[in-house]
């Protein structure tokens, strides 16, 4: 139900100041009337002429006329009326002045708004002038606004490199699909084969979306994980693909606890555990693993050999189907450029931090703090 307009705030401010100079007018009157005029007497009577003197000579000059509390009211009246009709036209005036000079800020503001509101999250308030309230309020709208640009700019860059990622599966598909159509007598094993590696490949790019949102929101049951057997289960899983790449795979340190999914956890070592074996020497090459607990946080400690890395690639990496140049593969195990992406999702959901530095030598270095839980065993020193 919608509600009738009301008074602006501006309309407010202004009767409001005017109210005030009005009060404090009335005030000054009240103080004149209890200090003064409630002094005087009523009625002052009339004084009387002197009696000529009997010799003949002139009479005294007679007494000055002294006015009563009727006669001062009669003359302060009118004047009193008088200036507070001025009173309220300058209360008016100058409130309405004063009003829209302090609200200019927030007018401001409300344009920036609406502009936002129309789609466009480019435009800033850029307040200047000391900091008080309003430049705080625009400092923040600001921040809200560069934000919300940069949230809206990366979905948008999201759903357009998974619109793509999803159609090259689908598209594959149907170039299948007709070629098999044209030749009947084709071989039918081997399109079924090749329809299940693309369909496979499709839904594990679909699940890997849906755990990337998934990771998000947030929106999972906490309970107490060791980092450490977290590592240990990831490792061991990857121990045949480490073998098969003559990968050395190293799990070291000690417990380090935390609160949080432990699916969602262990799909993040996994994923780094995997990225650092497969993007590795072609033989050769080593991966360790740390876990310690030190500090109130509990530390992941991933590194891996490989090949040299710029530093400004490296800050690519944890963005949705980034890969570096150096790191693609096309083997069967070329990913989707959302592993470290789901990493990163998984780390900020559980309000830590991923840390990557590319090592001198070659390869990766990737550490995530996580918050400790009471459970952590003192580090020994």
Do not use: C
């Not at 010799?55 to 001062?72: E, T, Y």
């Not at 500090?295 to 590194?303: H, K, N, Q, Y």
């Amino acid at each position: 139900m919608a509600r009738a307009p009301g008074l602006s705030v501006r309309l407010k401010l202004t009767l409001s100041y005017a109210g005030f100079v009005m009060l404090a007018g009335g005030l000054l009157l009240v103080t004149v009337w209890v200090f003064l005029l409630r002094y005087v007497p009523e009625v002052i009577e009339a004084p009387r002429l002197p009696a000529p003197a009997p010799d003949g000579s002139p009479p005294p000059a007679p007494v000055m006329f002294v006015p009563d509390r009727f006669d001062l009211l009669r003359a302060f009246a009118p004047r009193a009326v008088t200036v507070l009709a001025f009173l309220l036209v300058f209360g008016l005036l100058g409130g309405w002045v004063l009003a829209g000079r302090m609200l200019a800020p927030l007018t401001r503001i409300t344009h920036a708004t609406r502009v936002a509101t129309a789609g466009s999250l480019s435009h800033r308030v850029r307040l200047e002038g000391r900091r008080d309230e309003f430049r705080e309020l625009s400092d923040a709208f600001d921040s809200m606004l560069e934000r919300l640009e940069s949230h809206v700019a990366e979905q948008q860059r999201f759903a357009a490199n998974a619109s793509h990622e999803l159609r090259t599966p689908l598209a594959i598909s149907r170039t299948l699909l007709d070629v098999a159509r044209r030749d009947p007598d084709g071989g039918r094993a081997e399109l079924l084969d090749r329809l299940h590696t693309v369909n496979q490949r499709a839904i594990d790019l679909t699940e890997a979306l849906l755990l990337l949102s998934h990771g998000d929101r947030g929106t999972f049951t906490r309970r107490d994980v060791d980092l450490s057997l977290l590592a240990e289960e990831a490792t061991e899983t990857l121990l045949h693909l480490a073998e098969r790449r003559r990968i050395t795979l190293e799990v070291s340190g000690g417990a380090a606890r935390t609160s949080g999914s432990a699916a969602l956890l262990l799909r993040m070592v996994t994923n780094l555990v995997q990225n650092a074996v497969v993007h590795n020497l072609p033989t050769g090459g080593t991966v360790t693993v740390h876990t310690e607990a030190s500090g109130g946080m509990s530390s992941l400690r991933i590194e891996n050999t490989g090949r040299r890395l710029p530093p400004e690639l490296v800050q690519t990496f944890t963005e949705p189907f980034q890969r570096g140049t150096e790191r693609v593969r096309t083997d069967e195990h070329a990913g989707f450029g959302l592993g470290l992406a789901i990493v990163h999702s998984i780390v900020r959901a559980h309000a830590g931090t991923l840390a990557l530095v590319a090592r001198p030598d070659g390869g990766l270095l990737v550490t995530v703090r996580l918050p400790g839980t009471p459970g952590n065993p003192p580090r020994a020193g």
